[in-house]
Nanobody, 122 residues
Framework: QVRLVESGGELVQAGGSLRLSCAAS????????MGWFRQAPGKEREFVAV????????DYADSVVGRFTISRDNAKSTLYLQMDSLKPEDTAVYYC???????????????WGQGTQVTVSS
């Protein structure tokens, strides 16, 4: 069983930056595509970003393009999300997830973290 634990979420002012981390254990980290998803109150969980097995390719939701950067360190079994130019609309619980295949769909991710709260004030 793969265990994922997010950290780094906090209250930040609009225009500020945060770096989220996701620590993995219990499996071969490099065997998984890793994704970030988020869920705001009253909204469905949405795709944010994904990174392939070796980190050679990434993709982002239109709402975060140019502001967020996903990365991974396979030697440390850790996934990151650098968030810059944050907006109040970015307020949500952020989840990391692992999938054996490259996908944007949450249903295809087998393992999930508990989430970390990001709150952006105006």
């Amino acid at each position: 069983q793969v265990r994922l634990v997010e950290s780094g979420g906090e209250l930040v002012q609009a225009g500020g930056s945060l770096r989220l981390s996701c620590a993995a254990s219990g499996g071969a980290f490099s065997d998984y595509v890793m994704g970030w998803f988020r869920q705001a109150p009253g909204k469905e969980r949405e795709f944010v970003a994904v990174i392939t097995w070796s980190g050679s390719s990434t993709d982002y939701a239109d709402s975060v393009v140019g502001r967020f950067t996903i990365s991974r360190d396979n030697a440390k079994s850790t996934l990151y999300l650098q968030m810059d130019s944050l907006k109040p609309e970015d307020t949500a619980v952020y989840y990391c997830a692992a999938s054996p295949m490259l996908t944007h769909y949450s249903r295809q991710y087998a393992f999930w973290g508990q989430g970390t709260q990001v709150t952006v004030s105006s």
